[in-house]
């Protein structure tokens, strides 16, 4: 904790959630869920989440596009090609927050 | 015409996003409240999370609008803002201020003011943070309403009061936990927007060589094509206006140093990292896609100066250089990638307005508040304290929309900001650092010698009494100004008044960093040492830079 004056109930300059989740964190001591909470809010599986779902939607834009369409993009299949890029990039944070889940790289660091 | 012409699939991709993000907020809130010290926690964070959450803060809508708008208005030039400006001052940041700051456990920058110097100093610091981060909210509001101006139609006005509205709904429900995750989903959003209307753009000028041969044929001319021609003092033909010794030192040195090592927003992300190593990694990580992001803001920028007739007309407001890019997303993007692109921009504008108006009342209810006005109540009143702070920093923050939506260049407007806010305190920092005898009442003098400064030089220039190049030369020369007079009147206070005694310093100043803990052994591989990370990101952008001299 830092040494400044005040009461210890909050961080001096902090977050709320600083000292939300600090005191949190004293009242659980750790556990099963907490693990499972960690993976469920991996920022990467959200992120991976979101994208694929664009992709999707995009790509059945895509291949729905009329030619007036295609032709506003300079001749581009815009949606179609962004579809596909945003299916591959959702894959690839998926498939590393699956390969190194976020509770183990806690753990890790909690040790 | 300027109306984008959206479907029920860009609004289903609009609902989409805001569904996933206030879910969040939901879910964090009731289940996992426990779980949220995995973003923020206490010191725990792998470097990749808070270096993702580094660069996220940064790339707002205002980056992107206001970067954009510059491309269209000095062409490469702009590039300054990026390989001058932030990529040197992040590796700074990480390689030689981030010991003291996190060795020091702070959790802000005022209150490293406050350990370092004396209350005055912080009360000072944190009144003029307080000011700032709601001007800043305000032009984000501002540029959200231009957005919302050209999707729906409605008047500023209207926009920013409405905007307010979603924003204060939007924090009140989904709280600081979906802001901060909002931030990171932006980011990926907007670069997925980006990236094809870059490439489409580019495409539709007929490749770089293309767009080279149009900006020649465009008001710019040759001149839009360099980065440091014209730049002799005295003779500066260059389309920013200034020679190099403004952009070297006012906004490379002074702005961008005072920017990326003093504010309270980027520096708090790095300070959750799990070890000094991961804190020193999180700006140095940062820096390497920042490299590369100018390509999507600048290019833009370009494309739009010769494909959209009569942009950054004096008459027409709907054409101004702000609006570059989403009359690109108007011009290019069909239903679908127009969605994702709106998304992308609300989201990042609802993003910039919310990290400024938490920062706001976190700064006046902690550090304001709390300690100097009503001590020692309990946790509820507190709460309830900055509930109230929220509401008025948002009232606070139409206001100050109304002083945004009176420059044409947001960029300009923001640099002037930095120059009042950002560049004092960064001449504070760096003497305070690395000179053990700058006494506790210099902080305080230096500070607002600093910002009259700034404040002088802009009201000299409005008043015409001195000259210069343009908007963005006055800043950057503001910015000396503030940096100079910071320094000089540090040192004189310092010599006449009483210095702390050394011991309180420990952890602070240069030569008593704290020693931290050793990194664990699987932390210590080459690539992530920090000095080799930095030298390879300036590294980079020194080659990047010969291509366009």
């Given at each position: 904790?830092?040494?400044?004056?005040?009461?210890?109930?909050?961080?001096?300059?902090?977050?709320?959630?600083?000292?939300?989740?600090?005191?949190?964190?004293?009242?659980?001591?750790?556990?099963?869920?907490?693990?499972r909470a960690?993976?469920l809010?991996?920022i990467?599986r959200?992120?991976?989440?979101?994208l694929?779902?664009?992709?999707v939607i995009?790509?059945?834009?895509?291949?729905?596009?009329s030619?007036?369409?295609?032709d506003?993009?300079?001749?581009?299949?815009?949606n179609?090609?962004?579809?596909i890029a945003?299916?591959?990039?959702?894959?690839l944070?998926?498939?590393?927050?699956?390969?190194r889940?976020?509770?183990?790289?806690?753990?890790?660091?909690?040790r | 015409?300027?109306?984008?012409?959206t479907?029920?699939v860009?609004?289903l991709?609009?609902?989409i996003?805001?569904t996933?993000?206030?879910?969040?907020?939901?879910?964090a809130?009731?289940?996992?409240?426990?779980?949220l010290?995995y973003?923020l926690?206490?010191?725990?964070?792998p470097a990749?999370?808070?270096?993702?959450?580094f660069?996220?803060?940064?790339?707002?809508?205002?980056?992107?609008?206001?970067?954009?708008?510059?491309?269209?208005?000095y062409?490469?030039?702009t590039?300054?803002?990026?390989?001058?400006?932030a990529v040197?001052?992040?590796?700074?940041?990480?390689?030689?201020?981030?010991?003291f700051?996190?060795?020091?456990?702070?959790?802000?920058v005022?209150?490293?003011?406050?350990?370092?110097?004396?209350?005055?100093?912080h009360?000072?610091?944190?009144?003029?943070?307080?000011?700032?981060?709601?001007?800043?909210?305000?032009?984000?509001?501002?540029?959200?309403?231009?957005?919302?101006?050209l999707?729906?139609g409605?008047?500023?006005?209207?926009?920013?009061?409405v905007?307010?509205?979603?924003?204060?709904?939007?924090?009140?429900?989904?709280g600081l936990?979906?802001?901060?995750?909002n931030?990171?989903?932006?980011?990926?959003?907007i670069?997925?927007?980006l990236?094809?209307?870059t490439l489409?753009?580019?495409?539709?000028?007929?490749g770089w060589?293309?767009?080279?041969?149009?900006v020649?044929a465009?008001?710019?001319?040759?001149?839009?094509?360099?980065?440091?021609?014209?730049l002799?003092?005295?003779?500066?033909?260059?389309p920013?206006?200034?020679?190099w010794i403004?952009?070297v030192f006012?906004?490379?040195?002074?702005?961008?140093?005072g920017?990326?090592t003093?504010?309270?927003?980027?520096?708090?992300?790095?300070?959750s990292?799990k070890?000094?190593?991961a804190?020193?990694?999180?700006?140095?990580i940062?820096?390497?896609?920042?490299?590369?992001?100018?390509?999507v803001?600048i290019?833009?920028?370009?494309?739009?100066?010769?494909?959209?007739?009569?942009?950054g007309s004096?008459?027409?407001?709907?054409?101004?250089?702000?609006?570059?890019?989403?009359l690109l997303?108007g011009?290019?993007?069909?239903?679908?990638?127009?969605?994702?692109?709106?998304?992308?921009?609300?989201?990042?504008?609802?993003?910039?307005?919310?990290?400024?108006?938490?920062?706001?009342n976190t700064?006046?209810?902690?550090?304001?508040?709390?300690?100097?006005v009503r001590?020692?109540?309990?946790?509820?009143?507190?709460?309830?304290?900055?509930?109230?702070?929220?509401?008025?920093?948002?009232?606070?923050?139409?206001?100050?929309?109304?002083?945004?939506?009176?420059?044409?260049?947001?960029?300009?407007?923001?640099?002037?900001?930095?120059?009042?806010?950002?560049?004092?305190?960064?001449?504070?920092?760096?003497?305070g650092?690395?000179?053990r005898?700058?006494?506790?009442?210099?902080?305080?003098?230096g500070?607002?010698?600093?910002?009259?400064?700034a404040?002088?030089?802009?009201?000299?220039?409005?008043?015409?009494?001195?000259g210069?190049?343009?908007?963005?030369?006055?800043s950057?020369w503001g910015?000396?100004?503030?940096?100079?007079?910071?320094?000089?009147v540090?040192?004189?206070?310092?010599?006449?008044?009483?210095?702390?005694?050394?011991?309180d310093?420990?952890?602070?100043?240069?030569?008593?960093a704290?020693?931290?803990?050793?990194?664990?052994?699987?932390?210590?591989?080459?690539?992530?040492?920090?000095?080799?990370?930095g030298?390879?990101?300036l590294g980079?952008?020194?080659?990047?830079?010969?291509?366009?001299?």
């Amino acid at each position: 904790m830092s040494t400044s004056s005040g009461d210890d109930r909050h961080t001096p300059t902090g977050d709320p959630l600083i000292s939300e989740a600090e005191r949190a964190r004293e009242e659980r001591g750790g556990g099963v869920d907490t693990a499972r909470a960690a993976d469920l809010l991996d920022i990467r599986r959200i992120i991976g989440g979101l994208l694929g779902v664009y992709g999707v939607i995009l790509l059945i834009a895509g291949i729905t596009d009329s030619q007036a369409e295609i032709d506003r993009a300079a001749g581009i299949n815009v949606n179609l090609w962004t579809g596909i890029a945003l299916l591959v990039v959702a894959a690839l944070f998926i498939a590393w927050a699956l390969a190194r889940p976020l509770s183990s790289e806690l753990e890790k660091a909690e040790r | 015409m300027l109306r984008l012409d959206t479907n029920w699939v860009d609004y289903l991709i609009l609902v989409i996003y805001f569904t996933v993000v206030l879910g969040i907020g939901f879910v964090a809130k009731r289940t996992v409240k426990t779980s949220l010290d995995y973003f923020l926690s206490g010191r725990s964070l792998p470097a990749w999370i808070t270096g993702l959450a580094f660069i996220s803060a940064n790339l707002g809508a205002l980056e992107i609008l206001g970067m954009a708008a510059n491309g269209a208005q000095y062409g490469v030039a702009t590039l300054h803002f990026y390989w001058i400006g932030a990529v040197p001052a992040m590796v700074f940041l990480g390689l030689v201020m981030m010991p003291f700051y996190y060795g020091a456990k702070v959790r802000s920058v005022p209150e490293y003011l406050r350990l370092r110097f004396n209350n005055a100093t912080h009360v000072f610091n944190a009144l003029t943070f307080a000011v700032a981060t709601v001007l800043i909210a305000g032009v984000n509001l501002y540029a959200l309403a231009l957005v919302l101006k050209l999707l729906l139609g409605w008047p500023i006005f209207l926009g920013i009061v409405v905007s307010a509205a979603i924003v204060l709904a939007y924090i009140t429900l989904g709280g600081l936990s979906s802001a901060i995750y909002n931030e990171v989903l932006q980011f990926f959003v907007i670069l997925a927007a980006l990236i094809p209307l870059t490439l489409i753009a580019l495409h539709d000028v007929g490749g770089w060589e293309g767009l080279k041969d149009a900006v020649r044929a465009s008001p710019l001319k040759e001149g839009g094509l360099h980065t440091w021609k014209g730049l002799a003092p005295g003779d500066v033909t260059n389309p920013i206006g200034a020679s190099w010794i403004p952009i070297v030192f006012g906004l490379g040195f002074v702005l961008s140093f005072g920017y990326w090592t003093t504010n309270f927003a980027e520096v708090q992300r790095a300070l959750s990292a799990k070890s000094l190593g991961a804190a020193r990694r999180t700006p140095l990580i940062g820096a390497f896609p920042k490299i590369f992001i100018p390509a999507v803001t600048i290019i833009p920028g370009m494309v739009a100066l010769v494909t959209i007739k009569g942009l950054g007309s004096e008459t027409n407001p709907d054409l101004e250089y702000n609006n570059a890019i989403p009359l690109l997303i108007g011009e290019y993007l069909p239903n679908g990638m127009l969605g994702v692109a709106l998304a992308g921009l609300q989201a990042a504008f609802m993003a910039g307005v919310a990290a400024n108006v938490s920062a706001f009342n976190t700064v006046v209810t902690y550090d304001l508040w709390e300690p100097y006005v009503r001590r020692g109540r309990d946790d509820a009143y507190y709460l309830r304290f900055g509930r109230l702070a929220t509401v008025v920093g948002i009232l606070v923050g139409i206001g100050t929309a109304l002083i945004a939506s009176g420059y044409s260049n947001i960029m300009n407007y923001i640099q002037l900001l930095f120059s009042f806010f950002n560049a004092p305190l960064f001449a504070t920092f760096i003497i305070g650092m690395f000179w053990r005898r700058m006494t506790p009442w210099a902080g305080l003098a230096g500070l607002i010698a600093g910002t009259s400064g700034a404040a002088l030089t802009h009201i000299f220039y409005k008043a015409d009494v001195i000259g210069f190049g343009s908007d963005l030369a006055a800043s950057f020369w503001g910015a000396i100004a503030a940096f100079v007079l910071d320094a000089v009147v540090s040192v004189v206070v310092s010599l006449v008044t009483q210095p702390k005694p050394v011991d309180d310093l420990q952890g602070l100043v240069y030569g008593m960093a704290n020693e931290t803990e050793e990194e664990p052994e699987s932390e210590r591989v080459w690539y992530r040492r920090p000095g080799l990370l930095g030298g390879t990101a300036l590294g980079i952008t020194f080659v990047l830079s010969l291509f366009f001299i």
